[in-house]
Nanobody
Framework: VQLQASGGGLVQAGGSLRLSCAAS????????MGWFRRPPGLEREFVAT????????YYADSVKGRFTISRDNAKNTVYLQMNSLKPEDTAVYYC?????????????????WGQGTQVTVSS
């Protein structure tokens, strides 16, 4: 599975962005998906995950209530709607796929990774 993330950019604090991650194959509909991010100078961290059918989602405490993960299996795409952005949300955001139905917040459980898209939030 190849993953292509897009939608990053520069936004002021309080603004919104929507990230998209397009998968290359129809098997996408049977994979759980996740979003992770790497802030400047820090380790990559979990952001959000969604099960194969969108029925189960989990979020990092730092984004809960501000970010929403969703998916459209007909388009082989997963989204991350980011609202009320803060400077501390600045990071490279990565989408990932795992060949399991269940979602996961652990990096090592993912099989495929996208190339990352930069999100910069100015104060």
């Amino acid at each position: 599975v190849q993953l292509q993330a897009s939608g990053g950019g520069l936004v002021q604090a309080g603004g919104s962005l929507r990230l998209s991650c397009a998968a290359s194959e129809r098997a996408f509909s049977s994979t759980a998906m996740g979003w992770f991010r790497r802030p400047p100078g820090l380790e990559r961290e979990f952001v959000a995950t969604i099960s194969w059918n969108g029925g189960v989602t989990y979020y990092a405490d730092s984004v809960k209530g501000r970010f929403t993960i969703s998916r459209d299996n007909a388009k082989n795409t997963v989204y991350l709607q980011m609202n009320s952005l803060k400077p501390e949300d600045t990071a490279v955001y990565y989408c990932a796929a795992r060949r399991k139905f269940a979602s996961s917040r652990f990096e090592f459980e993912y099989d495929y990774w996208g190339q990352g898209t930069q999100v910069t939030v100015s104060s």
